[in-house]
Protein backbone atom coordinates (compact mmCIF):
# COMPACT_ATOMS: atom_id res chain seq x y z
CA UNK A 1 0.00 0.00 0.00
CA UNK A 2 1.25 3.25 -1.16
CA UNK A 3 0.62 6.99 0.15
CA UNK A 4 -2.10 7.66 -2.64
CA UNK A 5 -0.34 11.66 -3.03
CA UNK A 6 2.98 10.08 -3.47
CA UNK A 7 1.76 6.97 -5.54
CA UNK A 8 0.22 9.70 -8.21
CA UNK A 9 3.26 12.04 -8.66
CA UNK A 10 5.20 8.36 -8.98
CA UNK A 11 2.95 7.21 -11.84
CA UNK A 12 2.95 10.92 -13.04
CA UNK A 13 6.47 10.90 -13.49
CA UNK A 14 6.53 7.27 -15.45
CA UNK A 15 3.70 9.07 -17.52
CA UNK A 16 6.09 11.47 -18.54
CA UNK A 17 8.81 8.99 -18.75
CA UNK A 18 10.77 10.82 -16.03
CA UNK A 19 13.86 8.76 -15.32
CA UNK A 20 14.15 9.89 -12.17
CA UNK A 21 10.94 7.47 -11.30
CA UNK A 22 13.15 4.84 -11.06
CA UNK A 23 15.37 6.23 -8.52
CA UNK A 24 12.89 6.50 -5.80
CA UNK A 25 13.57 4.65 -3.02
CA UNK A 26 9.87 3.51 -1.28
CA UNK A 27 10.32 2.67 2.75
CA UNK A 28 6.93 1.52 5.20
CA UNK A 29 6.23 4.19 7.50
CA UNK A 30 3.27 4.72 10.40
CA UNK A 31 0.55 5.95 8.48
CA UNK A 32 0.42 9.78 8.89
CA UNK A 33 -3.58 9.57 7.70
CA UNK A 34 -4.10 7.75 11.16
CA UNK A 35 -1.24 8.18 13.14
CA UNK A 36 -0.61 4.39 12.62
CA UNK A 37 -4.19 2.79 14.04
CA UNK A 38 -5.22 1.48 11.24
CA UNK A 39 -8.90 3.53 11.67
CA UNK A 40 -10.02 7.29 11.31
CA UNK A 41 -13.34 8.72 12.95
CA UNK A 42 -16.28 7.99 10.61
CA UNK A 43 -17.60 11.35 10.41
CA UNK A 44 -20.25 12.02 11.86
CA UNK A 45 -20.42 14.35 14.59
CA UNK A 46 -21.48 14.13 18.25
CA UNK A 47 -22.77 16.51 20.59
CA UNK A 48 -22.95 16.87 25.00
CA UNK A 49 -26.89 16.59 24.30
CA UNK A 50 -26.47 13.21 22.72
CA UNK A 51 -24.15 11.66 25.18
CA UNK A 52 -27.08 13.13 27.77
CA UNK A 53 -29.68 11.42 26.12
CA UNK A 54 -27.76 8.16 25.49
CA UNK A 55 -26.02 6.63 28.23
CA UNK A 56 -24.50 4.13 26.46
CA UNK A 57 -22.49 6.65 23.87
CA UNK A 58 -19.65 7.17 25.85
CA UNK A 59 -18.78 3.79 25.98
CA UNK A 60 -19.35 2.77 22.40
CA UNK A 61 -17.36 6.00 21.53
CA UNK A 62 -14.31 3.87 23.20
CA UNK A 63 -14.90 0.99 21.84
CA UNK A 64 -14.49 2.10 18.11
CA UNK A 65 -18.18 2.03 17.15
CA UNK A 66 -17.79 4.85 15.39
CA UNK A 67 -14.40 4.39 13.72
CA UNK A 68 -13.95 2.87 10.15
CA UNK A 69 -10.76 1.78 8.31
CA UNK A 70 -8.20 4.32 7.31
CA UNK A 71 -8.82 5.21 3.43
CA UNK A 72 -5.09 5.95 3.35
CA UNK A 73 -3.81 2.66 4.67
CA UNK A 74 -6.89 0.73 4.60
CA UNK A 75 -6.63 -0.61 8.32
CA UNK A 76 -2.41 -1.77 7.24
CA UNK A 77 -1.29 0.87 9.26
CA UNK A 78 1.46 1.49 7.39
CA UNK A 79 2.21 2.73 3.98
CA UNK A 80 5.15 2.78 1.46
CA UNK A 81 6.07 6.58 0.76
CA UNK A 82 9.25 7.87 -1.11
CA UNK A 83 11.86 7.95 2.00
CA UNK A 84 13.97 11.22 1.11
CA UNK A 85 17.16 9.87 3.64
CA UNK A 86 17.55 7.01 0.75
CA UNK A 87 16.75 8.66 -2.24
CA UNK A 88 19.11 10.36 -4.39
CA UNK A 89 19.03 13.87 -4.10
CA UNK A 90 18.64 14.74 -7.44
CA UNK A 91 15.82 12.26 -7.77
CA UNK A 92 14.11 13.57 -4.66
CA UNK A 93 13.88 16.87 -5.91
CA UNK A 94 12.11 16.06 -9.26
CA UNK A 95 9.96 14.06 -7.13
CA UNK A 96 8.76 17.07 -4.99
CA UNK A 97 8.12 19.09 -7.62
CA UNK A 98 5.57 16.16 -9.00
CA UNK A 99 4.22 16.01 -5.33
CA UNK A 100 3.51 19.69 -5.30
CA UNK A 101 1.66 19.72 -8.64
CA UNK A 102 -0.47 16.98 -6.73
CA UNK A 103 -1.05 18.74 -3.98
CA UNK A 104 -1.97 22.38 -6.08
CA UNK A 105 -4.08 20.10 -8.75
CA UNK A 106 -6.18 18.65 -5.27
CA UNK A 107 -5.72 21.98 -3.60
CA UNK A 108 -7.64 23.84 -7.01
CA UNK A 109 -10.18 20.59 -7.28
CA UNK A 110 -11.13 21.55 -3.66
CA UNK A 111 -11.96 25.12 -3.89
CA UNK A 112 -13.97 24.14 -7.05
CA UNK A 113 -15.90 21.77 -5.20
CA UNK A 114 -16.59 24.27 -2.73
CA UNK A 115 -17.64 26.82 -5.16
CA UNK A 116 -19.73 24.43 -6.73
CA UNK A 117 -18.24 23.93 -9.94
ZN1 LIG B 1 -3.97 5.01 7.98
Not at 17 to 38: K, P, Y
Not at 55 to 63: A, F, K, R
Amino acid sequence: MREPTHASAYELMLEENVDEANLLNWRRQLCSECDGTGTTWNGVALFASDFDEDPDLGESVMNGSFDRPCETCHGSKVVEAVCPQVTEPSAYAVFEIFLQDIYECRAEEAAERQAGC
